[in-house]
């Protein structure tokens, strides 16, 4: 006889959170932060749920040496408002890698996540950090090496504009 497909939903108690680490030594701002995007809302689940939060805890680490391609790392601008009036800041990206270079990924992140509190809860599970050590140890988290995915991922010192 037929039979009915049903839509499967992942209820709270079935969900498992993974711990992942990626190394962005080299890496394109952009195609990082897409990566860390589909991770941290579990499309590359086989169960994946819009409403409920069951991407994975994703820690990166040498935020400090991410790359742009093309000559943004000069001519790209980051505005801030503080919804005072003539508040308006701007800065580059080669000002911020002095002192938050963790800033620029977490950017490129939070707006391919989206706005409401889904994306902001998803966002909570991002740890970004500036060298090579973090504290997340004692959850063993699994390497994920993205650079390898796809040539066009890094960006080689001699390619470099």
């Given at each position: 006889?037929?039979?009915?497909?049903?839509?499967?939903?992942?209820?709270?108690?079935?969900?498992?959170?993974?711990?992942?680490?990626?190394?962005?030594?080299?890496?394109?701002?952009?195609?990082?932060?897409?990566?860390?995007?589909?991770?941290?809302?579990?499309?590359?689940?086989?169960?994946?749920?819009?409403?409920?939060?069951?991407?994975?805890?994703?820690?990166?680490?040498?935020?400090?040496?991410?790359?742009?391609?093309?000559?943004?790392?000069?001519?790209?601008?980051?505005?801030?408002?503080?919804?005072?009036?003539?508040?308006?800041?701007?800065?580059?990206?080669?000002r911020m890698m002095?002192?938050?270079?963790?800033?620029?990924?977490?950017?490129?992140?939070?707006?391919?996540?989206?706005?409401?509190?889904?994306?902001?809860?998803?966002?909570?599970?991002?740890?970004?950090?500036?060298?090579?050590?973090?504290?997340?140890?004692?959850?063993?988290?699994?390497?994920?090496?993205?650079?390898?995915?796809?040539?066009?991922?890094?960006?080689?010192?001699?390619?470099?504009?």
């Amino acid at each position: 006889m037929f039979t009915l497909n049903k839509t499967f939903s992942l209820k709270k108690s079935e969900i498992e959170k993974k711990w992942m680490l990626i190394d962005a030594t080299d890496m394109i701002v952009g195609r990082l932060a897409s990566r860390i995007a589909l991770l941290l809302k579990g499309k590359h689940k086989p169960h994946y749920t819009p409403h409920m939060d069951c991407g994975d805890n994703i820690i990166v680490i040498n935020a400090d040496k991410i790359k742009f391609t093309g000559k943004k790392m000069k001519n790209k601008i980051y505005y801030r408002h503080s919804e005072y009036i003539g508040s308006l800041k701007e800065t580059t990206p080669q000002r911020m890698m002095k002192c938050f270079p963790e800033r620029i990924l977490g950017l490129a992140v939070k707006r391919m996540l989206g706005r409401g509190p889904m994306a902001r809860q998803r966002f909570s599970n991002l740890y970004i950090y500036k060298n090579d050590t973090h504290k997340h140890q004692g959850q063993k988290p699994k390497i994920l090496d993205v650079s390898s995915w796809n040539t066009k991922n890094t960006i080689n010192k001699n390619e470099q504009v």
